[in-house]
């Protein structure tokens, strides 16, 4: 059993903190999506995006490429977040900045651990300013199809997660955060000790502090990102995941109709799953007409939200409106 460690000093322990990451949550999502295997937690989501993905051809694309079954993901594609909770698109542009230094060392670790660079990765490789924005686009694609349909939801559970370790910090120290962030994980003596880690991580050579990701599609084991001069990283499963594609009851949710207005108020809470306008019609049947001035009217507020899938548009809720439906419903 090989047992990696990560010392502390005082200046390391005061510079470990928290980040929700989009790009950390891109990566294992995708990987789960395009590997064909059932899921016991993410198999509502699975069975409702894999088919635009599909549809998108994205398991023929770089990320299929960058992004393999298992094993290692190249370092780029998760840049260290600047901030608690950055933007995608500021995510985007930190690997639109990635030096080719640091593209061409991810690739040939790649190809180390695959055997070979296909086509696709060798030019890459071979001209990372040019290719990287053709990634880029093809993340976000992704993105607005698999993710931010669902983000406020999965957003909640990152946040939550967040402010349940910063309370144990708060009430017992960061040693009972590490010891409980992870079964193969455990603080002794000014020390991080990690299970089945292939390498060590020598405080000199990995960078000072430490950042925690919580992250939905991370598991059932932790990930560990060294990459000099930023922090290493680390993403582990956020606690709560488990309920993440639970339907929510909306039992309360008749209180919103006097302000709402009823079929305004029936479409957030048909939303629990994100659907087009066509879908929306079908199962509330209001006329299409309807539910477009509606949909309208409720992203206006700020309670939905919309993307972009193929030819037509998913909407969802947002997380405004998810907090006013647990505010009635408790």
Same mark, same amino acid.
């Given at each position: 059993?090989?047992? !990696?460690?990560?010392?502390?000093?005082?200046?390391d322990l005061a510079n470990v903190r928290f980040a929700?990451?989009?790009?950390?949550?891109?990566?294992?999502?995708?990987? +789960?999506?395009?590997?064909?295997?059932?899921? %016991?937690?993410?198999?509502? *989501?699975?069975?409702?995006?894999?088919?635009?993905?599909? &549809?998108?051809?994205?398991?023929?694309?770089?990320?299929?490429?960058?992004? #393999?079954?298992? =094993?290692?993901?190249?370092?780029?594609? $998760?840049?260290?977040? /600047?901030?608690?909770?950055?933007?995608?698109?500021?995510?985007?542009? /930190?690997?639109?900045?990635?030096?080719?230094?640091?593209v061409r060392r991810d690739l040939d670790h790649l190809?180390?651990?695959?055997?070979?660079?296909?086509?696709?990765?060798?030019?890459?490789?071979?001209?990372? @300013?040019?290719?990287? !924005?053709?990634?880029?686009?093809?993340?976000?694609?992704? *993105?607005?199809?698999? +993710? !931010?349909?669902? *983000?406020?939801?999965?957003?909640?559970?990152?946040? @939550?997660?967040?402010?349940?370790?910063?309370?144990?910090?708060?009430?017992?120290?960061? =040693?009972?955060?590490?010891?409980?962030?992870?079964?193969?994980?455990? *603080?002794?003596?000014?020390?991080?000790? +990690?299970?089945?880690?292939?390498?060590?991580?020598?405080?000199?050579?990995? #960078?000072?502090?430490?950042?925690?990701?919580?992250?939905?599609?991370? #598991?059932?084991?932790?990930?560990?990102?060294?990459?000099? %001069?930023?922090?290493?990283?680390?993403?582990?499963?956020?606690?709560?995941?488990?309920a993440l594609w639970q339907t929510r009851p909306t039992?309360?949710?008749?209180?919103? $109709?006097?302000?709402?207005?009823?079929?305004?108020?029936?479409?957030?809470?048909?939303?629990? $799953?994100? &659907?087009?306008?066509?879908?929306?019609?079908?199962?509330?049947?209001?006329?299409?007409?309807?539910?477009?001035?509606?949909?309208?009217?409720?992203?206006?507020?700020?309670?939905?939200?919309?993307?972009? /899938?193929?030819?037509?548009?998913?909407?969802?809720?947002?997380?405004?409106?998810?907090?006013?439906?647990? !505010?009635?419903?408790?």
């Amino acid at each position: 059993m090989v047992v !990696a460690e990560l010392a502390f000093s005082a200046n390391d322990l005061a510079n470990v903190r928290f980040a929700v990451s989009p790009m950390w949550e891109v990566a294992p999502s995708f990987r +789960l999506l395009t590997s064909n295997t059932a899921h %016991p937690v993410h198999r509502p *989501w699975i069975e409702q995006t894999r088919s635009r993905v599909l &549809a998108a051809g994205l398991d023929r694309g770089w990320l299929a490429e960058l992004i #393999g079954p298992s =094993g290692y993901v190249p370092d780029f594609l $998760t840049p260290a977040p /600047a901030l608690p909770a950055p933007a995608p698109a500021a995510e985007w542009d /930190a690997i639109r900045a990635s030096s080719p230094d640091r593209v061409r060392r991810d690739l040939d670790h790649l190809a180390r651990h695959q055997g070979h660079l296909g086509p696709r990765l060798s030019s890459l490789r071979a001209d990372p @300013a040019g290719r990287l !924005a053709k990634v880029v686009q093809e993340i976000e694609t992704y *993105w607005e199809l698999a +993710l !931010a349909p669902y *983000w406020a939801r999965i957003r909640a559970v990152l946040d @939550a997660d967040v402010f349940h370790r910063a309370r144990t910090v708060a009430e017992h120290g960061a =040693g009972r955060l590490f010891n409980d962030l992870h079964p193969t994980m455990s *603080w002794d003596d000014n020390a991080l000790r +990690l299970v089945r880690r292939k390498r060590n991580m020598p405080r000199p050579s990995v #960078g000072s502090g430490l950042l925690l990701i919580p992250s939905a599609f991370t #598991g059932p084991g932790l990930r560990t990102q060294v990459s000099p %001069p930023d922090p290493p990283q680390l993403a582990y499963p956020a606690r709560g995941v488990g309920a993440l594609w639970q339907t929510r009851p909306t039992t309360g949710s008749r209180a919103l $109709t006097p302000v709402l207005g009823r079929s305004r108020t029936l479409l957030l809470t048909e939303l629990d $799953t994100p &659907a087009s306008t066509t879908e929306l019609a079908h199962r509330t049947g209001l006329s299409p007409a309807g539910v477009s001035q509606y949909l309208t009217a409720l992203r206006d507020a700020g309670l939905v939200s919309a993307h972009r /899938a193929g030819r037509s548009v998913l909407y969802a809720r947002t997380a405004v409106a998810e907090s006013l439906l647990d !505010a009635v419903s408790g």
